[in-house]
């Protein structure tokens, strides 16, 4: 896809192949006997930035969780690019190109910023980790880090160690980490959190980027209205584990049951 494919990827607008990169069909889960998820059916379509949203407790993270592979659902299917992967183990899910940020915990922060995603990068190609393996100009793993820290726009950092990084750059080499394998699907769960307002935006448009660079679909929580309007080009709204609407975020915005049930007078 090209940029501009990618950038005109808005609802209604035919997609290469019509069929949607990912899919949950009526899925549910509960967790000790509480359903905490229901009858949630979810298409989202390549090359797209799907937000989805909802009040605390609303089912999100678990949503995430079911799609990546950590949690097992009790109900329903998930498809990713037509395939079922309901019952496939993270590890594999990620080979088939379903990717998640990687918390900042998981960072190595004595190492350079480069070498944490270059290791990341060996992992998707099957490389060995050794640590000590000496770094060589053709090492393909240090190439595709290279070009990861420029799409997340902190290339300038490379050498540093990781704990030198403010907090919006750790976000961003979150996202860096997430991306260096080339996911065919981003997921994203609050990228946000935690940053100062001045910071967000930066990071809302390395996320755009992600996309129109690479055309990858990215489905983020994202607790910030105006982000998730800034940067969806449709928003899924949970409620009491269910999925209350999917639309565009004009249309989501007018929808009334939407507005009662939660956005109420915050709009
Ligand atoms: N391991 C668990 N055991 C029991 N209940 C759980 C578990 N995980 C989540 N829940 C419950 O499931 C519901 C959905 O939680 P979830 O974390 O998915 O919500 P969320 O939409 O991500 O919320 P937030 O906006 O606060 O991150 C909540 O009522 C929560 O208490
Ligand atoms: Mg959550």
Redesign the pocket.
């Known amino acids: 896809m090209t940029t501009d494919e990618a950038r005109g990827a808005r609802p209604g607008t035919a997609l290469p192949d019509g069929q949607p990169i990912l899919e949950t069909r009526e899925l549910g889960v509960a967790?000790?006997g509480?359903q905490?998820l229901s009858d949630v059916s979810l298409s989202v379509r390549r090359g797209e930035i799907m937000a989805v949203l909802?009040?605390?407790?609303?089912?999100?993270?678990?949503?995430f969780n079911m799609l990546t592979g950590l949690r097992r659902p009790t109900s329903g299917r998930i498809h990713l690019q037509g395939r079922d992967i309901t019952d496939e183990p993270v590890f594999r899910r990620a080979r088939l190109g379903l990717a998640r940020s990687f918390q900042i915990t998981s960072l190595f922060p004595s190492l350079t910023v480069l070498e944490n995603v270059r290791l990341a990068a060996q992992a998707h190609l099957g490389g060995s980790l050794a640590l000590w393996r000496r770094v060589r100009r053709t090492d393909p793993a240090l190439d595709q880090a290279r070009a990861a820290l420029r799409t997340v726009g902190i290339a300038d950092h490379a050498d540093g160690p990781a704990a030198a990084l403010s907090h919006g750059g750790k976000r961003k080499l979150e996202v860096a980490l997430a991306i260096v394998g080339n996911p065919a699907v981003l997921i994203l769960d609050?990228p946000t959190a935690g940053m100062s307002a001045e910071d967000v935006p930066e990071l809302t448009e390395v996320i755009r980027q992600v996309r129109d660079t690479h055309g990858t679909t990215i489905v983020l929580?994202e607790?910030r209205m105006d982000v998730a309007i800034a940067l969806a080009d449709r928003m899924a709204v949970?409620h009491h584990?269910t999925l209350l609407a999917c639309d565009t975020p004009d249309n989501v915005m007018a929808d009334q049951v939407v507005q009662s049930a939660y956005l109420g007078e915050a709009l």
Do not use: R, S, Y
């Not at 909802?54 to 949503?63: I, M």
């Open positions: 967790i000790g509480v905490i909802g009040p605390n407790g609303a089912g999100k993270t678990t949503l609050e929580v607790h949970m584990g």
